[in-house]
């Protein structure tokens, strides 16, 4: 018996790695370029969710956050991050209704000078669901998980951008 489940096991790993399926955030990681090794991240809210989470992000890939912009060559500053959300549709009674929610963020890079090396770049993630207004508590939860979902694509949106060419280019350009 246990070999049966055995090779049921590994015929479905097999099929589930062949037709590309990864756990989200598994996937294949941009490769920063080495100017961005040592960095200073600036942001209005050090303490906030964002900030640790591309804290944490930068530094899972091995790069080195300092403690002033003086200390790195190049600061990535978190220019602005908000939520918005907007009813896309009610039920007749009233009780559920439909919204899209967005979450936004806005960075650019600077060199040591404070001279701006990528200009402002903005990024946005957006997801939808059903509140039931006899259902607030499980509502609330939902609102929050997408909330995190949505940062957690944003984050990972900017690490893709940060890898790109362009970005080599720019820097390179100093």
Same mark, same amino acid.
């Given at each position: 018996?246990?070999?049966?489940?055995?090779?049921?096991?590994? %015929?479905?790993? @097999?099929?589930?790695?062949? %037709?590309?399926?990864?756990?989200?955030? !598994?996937?294949?990681?941009?490769?920063?370029?080495?100017?961005?090794?040592?960095?200073?991240?600036?942001?209005?809210?050090? $303490?906030?969710?964002? @900030?640790?989470?591309?804290?944490?992000?930068?530094?899972?890939?091995?790069?080195?956050?300092?403690? @002033?912009a003086q200390a790195a060559p190049y600061t990535l500053a978190i220019?602005?991050?908000? +939520?918005?959300?907007? +009813? +896309?549709?009610?039920s007749p009674t009233t009780q559920v209704s439909t919204y899209a929610?967005? $979450?936004?963020? +806005? $960075?650019?890079?600077?060199?040591?000078?404070? !001279?701006?090396?990528?200009?402002?770049?903005?990024?946005?993630?957006?997801?939808?669901?059903?509140?039931?207004?006899?259902?607030?508590?499980?509502?609330? $939860?939902?609102?929050?998980?997408?909330?995190?979902d949505m940062r957690r694509d944003v984050i990972s949106q900017m690490?893709?951008?940060?890898?790109?060419?362009?970005?080599?280019?720019?820097?390179?350009?100093?």
């Open positions: 018996m246990s070999f049966l489940r055995l090779s049921f096991l590994a %015929c479905l790993l @097999t099929v589930l790695t062949a %037709c590309g399926f990864h756990l989200r955030g !598994h996937g294949s990681v941009a490769v920063l370029p080495s100017q961005l090794k040592v960095l200073f991240v600036e942001s209005k809210q050090p $303490y906030g969710a964002l @900030t640790q989470e591309v804290e944490q992000m930068l530094r899972g890939m091995g790069v080195k956050l300092v403690n @002033t220019l602005s991050a908000q +939520t918005s959300q907007q +009813t +896309t549709g009610m929610l967005s $979450y936004s963020m +806005t $960075y650019q890079i600077m060199d040591k000078a404070g !001279h701006i090396v990528v200009a402002p770049r903005s990024l946005m993630a957006s997801r939808s669901y059903a509140s039931n207004s006899n259902q607030i508590l499980s509502s609330n $939860y939902e609102y929050a998980q997408l909330e995190n690490i893709n951008q940060l890898g790109a060419k362009e970005i080599l280019q720019a820097l390179a350009a100093i």
